[in-house]
C-alpha cells in the first residue's frame, strides 16, 4: 500500500504529533509499505526531500509564519502531485491545509481521506490569534466533510472535542502508537550517577517547555513536596530552549526556575534510550497539562512502560491511561497542592501503582495502533473499489 500522511511539522521538530506520527510512518514502512510525509520545510536548512528510516519526507517551503502555523503558497502543487501517487491519504490535524487535502482528496484524485484529530487548537490570548483559531477550525471542518474517516485517540477526548464531536458516525478510535525500549539496570545505574539523584525521591516531566504543559503547577508543587521530602528532584526531559512560540512563557516562569533550581535539572532531548532511562530512574512522572492542546500524552504510557506511575491532569483523553491501567493518580487540573499531594502519594506507596510492562502493552502498542490504521485504510480501499467498478459498468452499458 502507498500511504501519503500530512502535518505541518515533522521531525527533527519534536512534539507529540510528530512522534506519533513518526512511530506510525516507520512502522508501516516496516511492514512494506510506501510511506510519504508531506510536512512544511519549517527551516530552511532542512533539505526540501530526503529519506529517512525509510520514509520519503517531501518539505513544501514556508513565506511566513503566522503564531505557531506557517503559509505554504506552494502546497497544493505538491499535494495533487503526491495523491497521485499514493493509495490513501493520511492527514494529521489540526492544520490549515487538511480542506486543501481532503477536497484533492474526495473529489480530483479520488483517493481515500483519513483524518487523526491529535487535539484542539488554543492559540496564545488576542484579537489575531483567535482570528486564526477560527480560520483553522473551519478548515479541519471542511476536512471533516469531505474525509471518509476521522480518528480519534479516546471516546473520552472525542465526546468532549470542538470538532470530534461533530462527526460521531465518521469516528473511530484508535489508541496512539507508543514505544520505548526497555530499560537497561547498567543504564539506568549510570543515568542516575551522571545526574546525582543518589537515593534522592525523583520527579519526572517529559514535554516541551511550553504553556499547555502546565509547568508553572509543577514549579508550584515543589514547596509542598519539600514539607515532605525536603531533597526532591525534578528532572525535566525535553526541549526547553527557543521552543517556537513560548518565549513569553519562558520568561514568566524564569523567577521561580531560579529559586527552586536546586530541585530543578533540565535534561534537553534525550533519544529512546535515554528516555528509557530516565523513565526508569524517576520514582513517578507527571503530565500536568491545562487544557484540550493534551489529549492524551503519549509520554505517560511511555513511563508506564518503564515501571513508573504518573501523576496526570484531569482532562478528557489525558485521565485514560491512568484510568485504563491504574498505574498512577489523575489529579485537578491547575492545582499544584493537589498535584504534590499525589506525587507524594504514589511515592510512599510504590506497590499500589506497580504494572508489568506487558499489561501496560496489552492496551498501549505501537504494533496495535498500525494494525488498526491499515484496516481501516483496506476497508476504505475496497469501499472505493466496490463504488467505482458499478459506475463504470453502468458508463459501458451507456
Known sequence: ??????????????????????????????????????????????????????????????????????????????????????????????????????????????????????????????????????????????????????????????????????????????????????????????????????????????????????????????????????????????EYKNVVGEDTYRKRLQPLLERYKDHWTFLGVLDPREMASFYAACDVTVLPSINSTESFGLVQVESMLCGTPVCASNLPGVRMPVRTTGMGEVVPIRDSAALAAAIVKVMQHPEAYRRSREEVAGHFSTERTRDEYVRLFTRLLMEQHRSIIPAEEGKASD
Not at 483519513?114 to 488554543?122: A, G, I, K, P, S
Open 1 to 238: 500500500m502507498k500511504i501519503l500522511m500530512a502535518l505541518t511539522y515533522y521531525r527533527p521538530h519534536v512534539s507529540g504529533l510528530t512522534i506519533y506520527v513518526q512511530r506510525l510512518a516507520e512502522s508501516l514502512a516496516a511492514q512494506g509499505h510506501e510511506v510519504t510525509v508531506l510536512t512544511s520545510r519549517y527551516n530552511s536548512e532542512l533539505p526540501p526531500e530526503e529519506e529517512v528510516n525509510g520514509i520519503r519526507i517531501v518539505r513544501v517551503p514556508v513565506l511566513t509564519r503566522v503564531s505557531k502555523g506557517v503559509v505554504m503558497p506552494g502546497f497544493a502543487a505538491h499535494a495533487i502531485r503526491l495523491l497521485r501517487e499514493h493509495d490513501v491519504v493520511s492527514v494529521h490535524l489540526p492544520q490549515f491545509e487538511a480542506s486543501i487535502l481532503a477536497w484533492l482528496g474526495r473529489f480530483v484524485v479520488r483517493r481515500p481521506v483519513v483524518l487523526t484529530y491529535h487535539c484542539d487548537l488554543l492559540l496564545p490570548p488576542g484579537l489575531f490569534n483567535r482570528l486564526v483559531d477560527q480560520v483553522i477550525f473551519v478548515s479541519n471542518y471542511l476536512a471533516g466533510l469531505w474525509a471518509d474517516a476521522i480518528v480519534a485517540y479516546t471516546e473520552d477526548y472525542a465526546v468532549h472535542s470542538r470538532f470530534l464531536s461533530k462527526f460521531p458516525q465518521k469516528r473511530h478510535v484508535i489508541p496512539p502508537p507508543v514505544h520505548v525500549p526497555i530499560p537497561e539496570p547498567a543504564a539506568v545505574r549510570s543515568f542516575a550517577g551522571a545526574h546525582r539523584l543518589d537515593g534522592k525521591p525523583v520527579v519526572g516531566f517529559a514535554a516541551r517547555f511550553a504553556t499547555e504543559k502546565g509547568v508553572e503547577y509543577m514549579l508550584g508543587a515543589i514547596p509542598y513536596i519539600l514539607r515532605q521530602m525536603p531533597d526532591v528532584r525534578v528532572l525535566f526531559a525535553g
